[in-house]
């Protein structure tokens, strides 16, 4: 599913990694307790508008200015007027991707450039973070072309104070990539392991809940042992933004889009996706959803992927039950701590890619 100049930035950046490694520390808010209310309309709601985006904030060797592209980006969510903004591939370019959300006073850590980041970050105008939590997946498969066991992909956790006492539970992911048996098996085992931390802590938060990120799949389509329908479905009781105002709510019949003749990707029901789900009282409905290429003034995209935008509602019920007692502020790790980690994976990649010799060579040719 990713392009393959992609796969080859990655092999090249971490070949060049100790030349191109660069930490970048900040210090994040600090405060304990939500900071600030949000005032609600009569009706106890509050609207949020979101994004979700795979920034690809790679090494491009192909000529595409990375970096510019990070900037614009950051405009572009600041200009449309979104309040909460999750990436995935937030890699060596992140400081031109955070300087440009003027406004946006709360972000997670970030762990760093690759090899040794996760590319996964959150970013709020206005909204504490707390409680973030990382996971890296227990199954990746794919080596030189693919890629996947090359940088420490996962899972994203964090609970976002939106006003009001209300807190939200946030996922955000970047699934295995690639449609070979291997990949397919170990997104499906990604997926697992999502849904069995969201299973965990909403029985033990009882929040209303938001995923979103790069599954990797379309929810239509069926993949060996992999069926999105039924593991965030059915089994977490999660519903598909897209599928809610686009499909009627159907996930099993999606033959009118098929008729389209158009491809899925960044068209509809593409890899981006927001799910959700009712949680302490608190419902959560989705007003509108789009994906949208995000260009430059050429008219180029600024990614090769679209960015998923949403609007959710979030209504307290008289059912509604305020959970704020276990929150914190996780500080960023030591600088030091970042770096080595990031060495750590250069030497770790450069011996996976010399045990996979004669694939290099082919991908190479």
Known sequence: MKKINKALSLLLAVLMAFSALSVTAFAEETTDVP?????????????????????????????????????????YVVANGFDIL????????????????????????????????????????????????????HKAYGSISEGDLLTPKGLLYVAIDIGDGIIVDFYNMHADAFDTKGSQEARYNNYMQLATLIEQNY????????????????????????????????????????VEIHN????????????????????????????????GGVTVEVLDQKFTWIKDANGADLSDHAAAEVTFKFTKTDAFVEN??????????????????????????????????????????
């Open 35 to 75: 900071s600030e209310e949000i005032t609600t309309p009569e009706d106890n709601s509050i609207t949020v508008k979101m994004m979700n985006y795979n920034v690809a904030g790679m090494p491009n060797f192909s000529g595409k200015d990375v970096p510019a592209c990070q900037k614009l980006i950051g405009e």
């Open 86 to 137: 999750a990436t995935q591939e937030d890699f060596g370019y992140h400081k031109q991707l955070r300087t440009a959300l003027t406004g946006f006073e709360y972000r997670t850590n970030h762990t760093g450039s690759i090899p040794g980041g996760d590319g996964l970050n959150v970013f709020t105008k206005t909204m504490p973070i707390y409680n973030e939590k990382r996971e890296q997946w």
């Open 203 to 242: 029985k033990k938060n009882n929040r209303p809940v938001i995923v979103t990120g790069d599954f990797n799949h379309y929810l239509h389509a069926t993949e060996v042992n992999s069926d999105q329908y039924k593991i965030f479905h059915q089994f977490c009781g999660l519903k598909d933004a897209w």
């Open 248 to 279: 009627e709510g159907n996930y099993t019949d999606f033959s009118k889009w098929h008729a389209t003749g158009l491809s899925p990707w960044g068209n509809w029901d593409s890899v981006e996706k927001f799910l959700y789900k009712d949680g």
């Open 324 to 365: 704020t007692g276990d929150l914190r502020v996780v500080k960023l790790a030591n600088p030091f701590a970042i770096f080595f980690n990031m060495v750590r994976w250069v030497f770790k990649d450069l011996n996976h890619i010399l045990s996979h010799f004669e694939e290099l060579l082919e991908f190479l040719k």
